[in-house]
């Protein structure tokens, strides 16, 4: 078998292949399966890295291709919210100036150093609060709509600048991308600097806790209002 054809790389591929079907469900108002079909992408985009991890199937291809199927994932599916939701179009310029810009700069990058670079933590949290806000819309959720797309903007910000301010070191020489890459621990954190790692981690989980609770209270206060399936 092919290193690259393994489960992580499949699961990763999946996401990409269900895309279709996830616009045909969109477009005919079939709830049901497009519920299926988002449940899949998120499971997928959750276990494809774990099973890499776990299986010891880690590979160069894997780390280029999960971040590319979500950012392939999130302009089809942006764009489709734009057609059949209420769901804005700077929103969708917003995500396709984003990850057009990461795309070039990752590619000129790539030149100097034959390294994927892989997404750090404001990426991940970027993916997370795209698709909850794709949710929002694609279900008419319409009492989170208003803070689930301020939420994805406010960390689509955050990860373009933090992206951003990488490539004007990596393009000035003062860092290299094996020891950007190095320097991730878990879930794409900053590692080395004990002190500095806990004061980040503090911030960002205080911060994921406040918006997980905003977002319980929105749904107990709507509760009756809110619903997946017809």
């Keep these: 078998m092919s290193a690259w054809l393994n489960l992580p790389n499949a699961l990763s591929a999946s996401r990409v292949a269900v895309l279709p079907f996830m616009v045909y469900a969109m477009a005919g108002s079939h709830r049901l399966l497009l519920l299926v079909l988002v449940g899949w992408v998120a499971l997928s985009d959750f276990f494809d ?20 199927a979500d950012k392939i994932c999130a302009l089809v599916l942006s764009a489709a919210l734009v057609l059949y939701t209420d769901f804005p179009a700077w929103a969708m310029v917003l995500l396709y100036v984003k990850d057009g810009l990461i795309a070039l700069g990752g590619w000129l990058i790539s030149r100097r150093e034959r390294v994927p670079i892989v997404p750090n933590f404001w990426g991940k949290a970027a993916v997370f609060a795209e698709m909850v806000a794709f949710f929002a819309y694609a279900f008419d959720l319409e009492p989170l709509q208003r803070d689930a797309l301020w939420v994805m903007t406010g960390f689509v910000a955050v ?22 890459v190095a320097a991730y621990g878990s879930y794409g954190l900053p590692r080395g600097d004990r002190a500095r790692e806990r004061w980040i981690r503090g911030l960002i989980l205080a911060l994921c806790a406040a918006l997980l609770l905003r977002l319980a209270w929105l749904i107990a206060a709507h509760w009756a209002a809110l619903r997946v399936l017809p």
């Design 49 to 68: 890295g774990l099973a890499a991890r776990r299986l010891g199937q880690v590979s160069d291809l894997g780390k280029a291709l999960d971040p590319a």
């Design 159 to 180: 990860s373009f600048a933090t992206y951003a301010a990488i490539f004007v070191e990596v393009a000035r020489g003062r860092r290299r991308v094996a020891d950007v």
